[in-house]
């Protein structure tokens, strides 16, 4: 039988290791995006400098592929092409590959080569900087940085949220709500960073007080759509209310109204119609990587295994979806319950080629070795 730490991995329920991170995710995803088109348009380097195998390498980040970004970048390195923006590429692609002193120092070195006048591309440097620092465990240096944009630059509302979530891992709590009051204040509708707020004391031991900020918004809130009030009657525990408001929602909010509709009913022990939703989305709107997720770990629950590896092999056919270490993990997870350990350790290995700072796996690759 499988290990008892072993376990297939959620996202966005409130785990422990996942709150802060898919938050600090969604912006740094959105700045490579946004990196991409201005590299694409010139915004970012001098006039008439040649950004070719940089945008190369951005492209391949947004692919996933890593070491291929890095090539590129080592391209346009010998290209003499902007060494700001390698310098930056390379920190953003070892990231990707988990290498996070090697990150914080290629991000140190492109702010280093700053020309004195800041620039939105300074602050994008110092979030992935900030970032670097958190995933490799120093929190005080993370919340250093987010200090410094915020002395430039106080309208910056992610930088709130984020050096509260810094202050916590450090156990200053009382910082940490102050910051987090502000970013809701200066944003009082968004409702994304709400339930990020959330999580983050959720996974700190403050439930209860990240549960008030929720309450308090159903309290107030003049106008609340059915897809945010059933999400945040589903973080209250509040599941019937919460399938309710989002059965109605589930047309109007994408993948995401099917997700917190599943999981509600996921919560409350009916996995078949958990199942059932997650398959309508698919079989209306074609594949999605979070939602193969979820179906994966609802059959986990039912104890279909072969049909929740089904799921989860499915969802790693989607190209560059941001879940796909999520879904080898738990792809590992079904084939020990299939108690097919030999394809399990394969698969373990290769997973630990491409995420060895994952210490639940490497528990687990000794585990397999004596099977």
Not at 98 to 127: C, I, P, R
Not at 171 to 199: C, T, W
Not at 330 to 335: D, H
Request: negative net charge; charged residues 25%.
């Amino acid at each position: 039988m499988p290990s008892l730490y072993f376990s297939v991995r959620q996202i966005g329920t409130g785990n422990t290791d996942t709150a802060v991170e898919e938050s600090m995710g969604k912006i740094h995803r959105k700045i490579v995006a946004a990196g991409v088109c201005c590299l694409m348009t010139g915004m970012l380097t001098g006039c008439g400098s040649d950004t070719t195998k940089i945008t190369e390498g951005m492209q391949l980040v947004e692919t996933l592929d890593y070491q291929g970004a890095l090539n590129a970048f080592d391209e346009a390195e010998a290209q003499k092409e902007d060494s700001r923006l390698i310098a930056r590429g390379r920190g953003i692609a070892s990231m990707g590959l988990t290498e996070y002193d090697q990150a914080v120092e290629y991000f140190t070195q492109a702010l280093e080569l700053s020309d004195g006048w800041v620039q939105n591309v300074d602050y994008d440097m110092n979030y992935y900087l900030a970032a670097a620092y958190t995933k490799n465990g120093q929190p005080a240096e993370a919340k250093k940085v987010y200090d410094a944009i915020l002395g430039l630059k106080p309208e910056e509302k992610d930088a709130y949220f984020l050096r509260g979530s810094a202050e916590l891992e450090l156990g200053d709590y009382e910082s940490a709500k102050a910051d987090f009051d502000q970013a809701i204040s200066m944003d009082p509708k968004n409702y994304d960073r709400l339930i990020e707020i959330y999580e983050a004391l959720a996974a700190h031991g403050y439930r209860e007080v990240g549960q008030e900020y929720l309450q308090n918004v159903l309290d107030t809130a003049k106008q609340l759509d059915a897809y945010d009030s059933g999400r945040i009657y589903y973080y209250l525990g509040e599941y019937q209310k919460a399938y309710l408001a989002l059965d109605e929602a589930r047309d109007k909010g994408g993948a995401d109204s099917y997700l917190y509709l599943g999981r509600a009913y996921a919560a409350t022990g009916d996995y078949n119609y958990a199942s059932s939703v997650y398959n309508n989305y698919l079989s209306k709107q074609g594949p999605n990587a979070e939602i193969y997720n979820e179906l994966g770990l609802c059959e986990m629950a039912k104890k279909e295994y072969q049909n929740a590896l089904v799921a989860f092999q499915a969802g790693k056919q989607i190209e560059g979806n941001s879940l796909m270490q999520t879904l080898c993990f738990n792809e590992i997870v079904a084939y020990e319950y299939l108690e097919d350990y030999q394809q399990a350790e394969v698969l373990m290995n290769a997973y630990l080629q491409n995420y060895p700072d994952d210490q639940t796996a490497i528990r687990e690759q000794q585990f397999l070795s004596t099977r």
